[in-house]
């Protein structure tokens, strides 16, 4: 065979062998998005509070990682609008960043989504609820049913670290999880309703004594120095998951508002997140 034509007829199979490898990459990534587990949609509104804010924008870039490394697909949204029966059919489960839907219609497109089975995950301020606030506790369904914890009655200033204790051990969202763990830093809850005198409320973690003095102040009451804190509970009746976990530390005093602590800086407090959201987004309908 002439040289060229040699050279011609080789480049033409390396060519095609590249071709080939091409097409079968493309269908074999298109095969693994569309064997994805379950979708995730996180709603937030991410205004006002700088440290919420930045929890948000904290969250949705790792909740994207854990997207690709395990599987699932992860949306975010801040329309609220996005609330209703057509748009939740497409996800298994809902995440509140950092608040709660506060129209009528988005209140009852929830509602209906988990009593039809759906599966949620909130954080921090979205349990919030005060009269008066700019966030009454005008939803009875959420918050006394729902959550089970009622008003927000207090809290530690400045978010600090806090130790965790697990009190359910064999619960699959405490699954490979130490009896006691650091946690993030954080602006820690207290509520009006007592959590444990409630049946369908499960407590999985809470503020361990050692924690204790919790919160630098400067305010007296900012300050824990005993007590019993719940801070991450799911309800029986439903599938889902409450953490108090989302609130950074942030350059208040400076009045530069910057970040001075991540929400996801604790490997076994993200091992806790990522079990609760595969358990939840796997069951298929299952309390467990």
Not at 23 to 44: D, G, H, M
Not at 72 to 82: A, G, P, Q
Not at 163 to 181: A, C, G, M, T, Y
Request: contains cysteine; charged residues 20%; proline residues 4%.
């Amino acid at each position: 065979m002439i040289p060229f034509l040699r050279f011609k007829w080789k480049l033409r199979t390396l060519v095609g062998v590249l071709f080939i490898l091409l097409l079968i990459n493309s269908i074999y990534a298109r095969a693994q998005k569309n064997e994805r587990k379950f979708n995730v949609i996180a709603f937030y509104t991410a205004k006002e509070d700088p440290a919420h804010i930045s929890f948000v924008h904290e969250a949705n870039k790792w909740f994207s990682m854990q997207a690709e490394k395990f599987s699932f697909i992860y949306d975010s949204t801040n329309n609220w609008t996005n609330m209703n029966e057509t748009f939740l059919s497409k996800y298994q489960v809902v995440i509140f960043l950092d608040t709660r839907p506060d129209l009528l219609p988005e209140r009852i497109a929830f509602q209906k989504y988990m009593e039809g089975g759906g599966a949620w995950m909130g954080f921090h301020f979205s349990a919030f609820a005060l009269t008066p606030s700019d966030f009454n506790q005008n939803w009875n369904w959420y918050h006394e049913e729902f959550l089970g914890a009622g008003e927000y009655k207090g809290n530690t200033w400045r978010p600090t670290n806090a130790q965790l204790k697990v009190e359910q051990s064999d619960h699959p969202f405490n699954k490979n999880i130490p009896s006691v763990f650091l946690a993030a830093a954080n602006e820690w809850y207290s509520w009006k309703n007592d959590l444990r005198k409630n049946k369908n409320i499960e407590i999985l973690l809470s503020i361990d004594k050692s924690s204790f003095p919790l919160g630098t102040g400067p305010k007296p009451y900012e300050i824990w120095h005993s007590g019993d804190y719940p801070v991450a509970w799911t309800n029986l009746k439903y599938r889902m998951l409450y953490f108090n976990i989302g609130h950074n530390d942030m350059d208040y005093d400076g009045g530069t508002n910057q970040t001075l602590s991540s929400s996801f800086s604790s490997e076994m407090q993200n091992r806790f997140i990522l079990n609760s959201l595969l358990c939840l987004g796997e069951a298929k309908g299952k309390s467990k």
